[in-house]
């Protein structure tokens, strides 16, 4: 008999009883010895991850908080309450209650703002976790799906903001769902249907707030809550990936237990993004809902800018130009409905590219071990250049208070913004490239020759050289770890008797992206052995 499965004595503390009773029905004790010990790697870009989550907790922390007291309703109401600026103002039951949210509740307004911060936060952690696990491929075999999770999650969180943004209907958010509107017009046939579904009716409609309420608060997060759980599932599941360094490997990880260093530091670090998160809402104003007065559909703010992440659509659709084409009595807006097909496209590319990377290379080996981003320059400048693009148009989202701020012409910022899209991105791409390669270079120097001492020796001979000081075996193998596998090649097109071997276009196409991506341009050979015993074996290197 397993000496846990005794009956332990009547004086045994009470939560050792209580656990004795647990294990021996759920078998909790199995599973813990299992998991709680299982061994994490330490770095700090893995905490990127950790806020994303700590600030999805608070999220839903904060939200149902503020469940309890909004109403998602769209009846007009004759405001008179604490905010005497606009008493008398016929107003949403909504934006009522937002204003007895912030004013009249205890702790609501901080609440408010605290949530509000908190999605930013959230988003934000996604996307820069997201281009961690991108720059340094932790997204290859085995970790498709749960790149596919994170991707999900990123768009789910974008959607979850918008409609939350939204729910006020103050006249920053009536605005929004105006410009939303517009782009759902513009969806060739269908578009009117659809709008008029959304909001009930001719736009504003009675509707649509009572329609997003539930989505914001049930749909989406309970959606990214399931996947929230399953990634966490996968990553336990496969291991975490750990960056490049002496005793790492495959098959090994080097860190810490995760009982009890890593809970240790897992709640420490919540209250630190908690604490954090408060501090902005307690000190920093945003989305001020009483300045800007209730929704009409007649009005529009100035200055009227989304949440940043937002910034990207509507960049696209800001320096598109206003290319119509009437036909057969019916108008299409293609200034406005390509670039609201644009944007999903745009993050559908970044979601399926894990599975066309596996495609070039036709790599089916497991990968625990990170890239560093200068050893793969054609991912990285990809990821840079996609980076340049959304800088680009979120300067394009906000031509209007650049113009102002600066003091500007609109037209030139949006004709610069124009021309940027298409070349920034292209000389990103090219710089970032000859970057990766040059630190390669220089990783193979330090290979070869050692790293610079900024000592000045002068030889017998009256040369004058700088000693270098030769790197530790572990610095070698950092260095030199990584793998190049010569592209995919179709082989050769004609055989030896002369005979012409057909390629599929897939093939064909699949060996020059190998290249292109793989090729001998795309990475500087590292040092062999034989090079570095040959160079260090020699009597005058210093």
């Not at 209580?18 to 199995?30: P, S």
Request: charged letters at 15%; glycine letters at 10%.
């Amino acid at each position: 008999m397993d000496a846990r499965s005794a009956k332990r004595p009547a004086d045994a503390p009470r939560g050792e009883r209580v656990a004795d009773w647990a294990d021996g029905r759920l078998g909790i004790y199995t599973l813990a010895k299992t998991q709680m010990r299982k061994v994490f790697p330490d770095h700090w870009s893995f905490m990127l991850g950790e806020i994303c989550l700590y600030s999805f907790l608070i999220l839903i922390l904060t939200g149902v908080y503020l469940t309890l007291f909004f109403e998602p309703s769209g009846v007009e109401v004759v405001y008179n309450g604490s905010y005497e600026p606009l008493n008398g103002i016929i107003m949403t039951r909504a934006y009522e209650s937002t204003l007895d949210i912030s004013f009249d509740v205890r702790g609501g307004l901080l609440i408010r703002q605290i949530h509000h911060w908190a999605a930013l936060v959230f988003v934000a952690g996604m996307l820069v976790h997201m281009m961690r696990v991108f720059f340094t491929g932790a997204f290859r075999k085995p970790r498709e799906l749960n790149w596919a999770f994170g991707w999900t999650l990123l768009f789910l969180g974008i959607l979850t903001g918008l409609t939350g943004y939204s729910l006020p209907d103050d006249l920053l958010s009536g605005t929004g769902i105006r410009f939303s509107q517009g782009a759902i017009l513009a969806v060739p046939v269908i578009g009117t249907y659809l709008s008029f579904f959304l909001f009930g009716g001719e736009f504003p409609g009675h509707d649509i707030i009572s329609r997003l309420f539930p989505i914001h608060v049930l749909l989406l997060p309970g959606i990214m809550l399931g996947l929230v759980v399953a990634h966490l599932i996968l990553v336990f599941y496969h291991k975490h990936t750990q960056y490049p360094g002496p005793g790492r490997d495959q098959k090994s990880v080097v860190g810490m237990p995760f009982m009890p260093v890593y809970m240790a530091k897992a709640g420490g670090f919540f209250f630190l993004v908690f604490g954090v998160l408060s501090m902005m809402g307690a000190i920093a104003t945003i989305n001020p809902v009483w300045a800007f007065g209730p929704y009409r559909a007649d009005l529009v703010t100035t200055g009227a800018q989304p949440d940043w992440y937002l910034g990207f659509s509507e960049g696209l659709i800001r320096v598109m130009p206003g290319w119509e084409i009437d036909a057969w009595g019916h108008t299409l807006q293609l200034g406005v409905f390509i670039p609201f097909t644009l944007f999903p496209l745009i993050l559908l590319a970044i979601g399926v590219y894990p599975f066309i990377e596996a495609w070039i290379t036709g790599d089916k080996r497991e990968h625990h071990i990170l890239d560093r981003p200068r050893n793969v320059p054609t991912r990285t400048a990809l990821g840079v250049s996609w980076l340049s693009l959304y800088a680009v148009l979120l300067i394009g989202g906000g031509n209007d208070i650049v113009a102002t701020h600066l003091h500007l012409s609109i037209n030139a910022i949006t004709w610069s913004v124009r021309i940027a899209v298409i070349l920034v991105p292209l000389l990103a791409f090219v710089i970032t490239k000859r970057v990766c390669l040059g630190l390669q270079r220089r990783d193979r120097d330090k290979v070869l020759h050692g790293r610079e001492s900024g000592k000045i020796t002068r030889l017998p001979h009256g040369e004058y050289v700088e000693v270098h000081e030769p790197l530790t075996q572990g610095q070698r193998f950092t260095l030199t770890q990584h793998d190049q596998l010569p592209p995919y090649d179709v082989g050769p097109l004609v055989d030896a008797n002369g005979v012409e071997r057909k390629a599929k276009p897939t093939r064909r196409l699949r060996a020059r992206l190998a290249h292109a991506m793989y090729g001998q341009n795309a990475h500087i050979p590292k040092p062999t052995p034989e090079e570095y015993h040959e160079l260090t074996s020699s009597e005058d290197h210093h």
